[in-house]
């Protein structure tokens, strides 16, 4: 026969693995998302849309995690094909951009550098003879090998595994939607 007190240590430790479980698949706290190991901080998406915000237009924050997550591939794939991007090089295209939309930016952060990075090197690769149909390929492949993980809040990862938009909660409520209609 069981003790109270062994079943109180049974529920305890059940409830602790469980803990446990569930902050594993949470990734690390503060993280927008965590890609085979880096976090990316959700303080890089902000600020990304606070310092480039204007370049990116009608972008969403999970498009803008997606390009975030994709970009040291992208880099990577520019690399090997013979068409890689410095950092100079898209910290000179993302300033002359921003001045000719009229913004100034004391500096840009990493996070908005790799936004940068990825646009040059995207670019470089859609002038390949092949206008980076092979490139494309291998880049799909190599992002679905990746180990990814995404903040509800900010996207959820298909079967591809690229980020997407964040599925809505049915039990969220938009402040307009839950404010009762004037009478």
């Known amino acids: 026969m ?3 007190t ?3 240590a049974a529920t305890a430790l059940a409830g602790l693995v469980l803990a446990a ?3 594993a698949c949470a990734g690390a706290p503060g993280a927008a998302a965590v890609v085979d ?3 990316i901080p959700t303080s890089d998406l902000q600020d990304v849309i606070t310092e480039i915000g204007p370049l990116l237009g009608s972008a969403t924050t999970a498009q803008v995690l997606a390009v975030l997550v994709q970009e040291p591939v992208v880099t990577q794939l520019a690399a090997e094909n013979g068409v890689g991007v410095s950092d100079d090089q898209a910290r000179s295209a993302l300033e002359a951009a921003l001045a000719s939309a009229g ?3 004391d500096e840009l952060s990493p996070a908005s550098l790799s936004v940068g990075r990825y646009l040059a090197a995207a670019t470089a690769l859609q002038g390949l003879p ?3 149909a092979e490139a494309q390929e ?3 492949a190599r992002v679905a090998e990746q180990d990814l993980e995404v903040n509800p809040r900010f996207g959820a990862v298909d079967e591809r595994g690229t980020v997407t938009a964040p599925t809505a ?3 969220l409520v938009a402040p307009e939607a839950a404010a009762p209609a004037a009478g």
């Open 37 to 39: 190991g880096r976090e």
């Open 169 to 171: 909660l049915p039990w």
């Open 21 to 23: 479980g569930l902050t």
């Open 130 to 132: 092949d206008g980076g």
């Open 6 to 8: 062994g079943r109180t």
């Open 138 to 140: 291998e880049l799909l």
């Open 2 to 4: 069981r003790t109270r």
């Open 103 to 105: 913004v100034t930016v």
